[in-house]
Nanobody, 125 residues
Framework: EVRLVESGGGLVQAGGSLRLSCAAS????????IGWFRQAPGKRREGVSY????????HYKASAKGRFTISSDNAKNTVYLQMNSLKPEDTAVYYC??????????????????WGQGTQVTVSS
């Protein structure tokens, strides 16, 4: 059973930092892309960043470039999202998600198949 468990969310002031963690289990870690998505109140869920574990490549949406860094610890089957220079508009529930690298179209179009429960990130002004 695929399982993704997020942690690390919380309340932070604007300009601060948080590191989110996603612990993955139930699948071959290196065969998947794992990403972060977020959903703010009243808004649609949007992609933030993902990493293709087997390829070691990373991808970012414009809102995350230059401020967020995604990384993985393959020995721990864990993906991290380091978020710096946080802004109030980063406030959202952040979800970890996974998709098999065999689903190339899904990876390229940010259509992920497995989801965690989410962790709340709140940035105060």
């Amino acid at each position: 059973e695929v399982r993704l468990v997020e942690s690390g969310g919380g309340l932070v002031q604007a300009g601060g930092s948080l590191r989110l963690s996603c612990a993955a289990s139930g699948f071959s870690f290196e065969d998947f892309a794992i990403g972060w998505f977020r959903q703010a109140p009243g808004k649609r869920r949007e992609g933030v960043s993902y990493i293709s574990i087997g390829h070691g490549t990373t991808h970012y949406k414009a809102s995350a470039k230059g401020r967020f860094t995604i990384s993985s610890d393959n020995a721990k089957n864990t993906v991290y999202l380091q978020m710096n220079s946080l802004k109030p508009e980063d406030t959202a529930v952040y979800y970890c998600a996974a998709v098999s690298l065999r689903n190339g179209l899904g990876v390229q179009t940010w259509q992920f198949d497995y989801w965690g429960q989410g962790t709340q990130v709140t940035v105060s002004s």
